[in-house]
């Protein structure tokens, strides 16, 4: 199994988790949230931005994750806001370059980025720089091997 593969199979299953823990707890109260999510000081063309109450801290609650789109997100296009209070936020960029086969949204730009993010109980926008210097994961190439 390919590293990229990995991560696809992993965001799928905090994506999977999500869907599930927001199906449990409908009942919360939660804030809409936009923003813009920079890396190298461009704008991220494509990925998702999971936010998970920090329960280190004592918070608790839904995760919500969103699609990103040419460096922005909304929860108003995803399935709820957030709880508000302290948060972790991992974000997944990719180069919107997809294969049309494994990659449909392209590669990796960078490692999974994780950020802690103190959240307000209101409506709230956030914009993110991922840093630069956040490792790039190596890309296998794939040849060709004929019999």
């Known amino acids: 199994m390919t590293r990229s593969r990995y991560w696809l199979g992993l965001v799928s299953l905090v994506l999977l ?3 599930i823990g927001c199906r449990a707890q409908n009942d919360l109260e939660t804030y809409p949230i936009s923003g813009t999510v920079t890396y190298q000081g461009q704008p991220v063309p494509v990925g998702s931005i999971t936010l998970v109450p920090d329960s280190s801290q004592g918070n608790r609650g839904a995760a ?3 699609e990103i789109v040419d460096g ?3 929860s108003a296009n ?3 806001g957030h709880v508000g209070g302290p948060h972790v936020a991992t974000i ?3 180069d919107g370059n997809g294969d049309g086969d494994l990659f449909p949204k392209g590669y990796m730009l960078f490692q999974d980025y994780q950020v802690s993010l103190d959240l307000p109980k209101e409506s709230s926008t956030n914009d993110i720089v991922v840093p630069a210097d956040q490792k790039k994961p190596s890309r296998r190439v ?3 091997s004929g019999p």
Do not use: E, H, P, Y
């Open 17 to 19: 988790g999500t869907s």
């Open 64 to 66: 919500v994750s969103m």
């Open 72 to 74: 922005k997100f909304d």
């Open 78 to 80: 995803a399935s709820r």
């Open 92 to 94: 997944v960029g990719l």
């Open 142 to 144: 794939r040849t060709s």
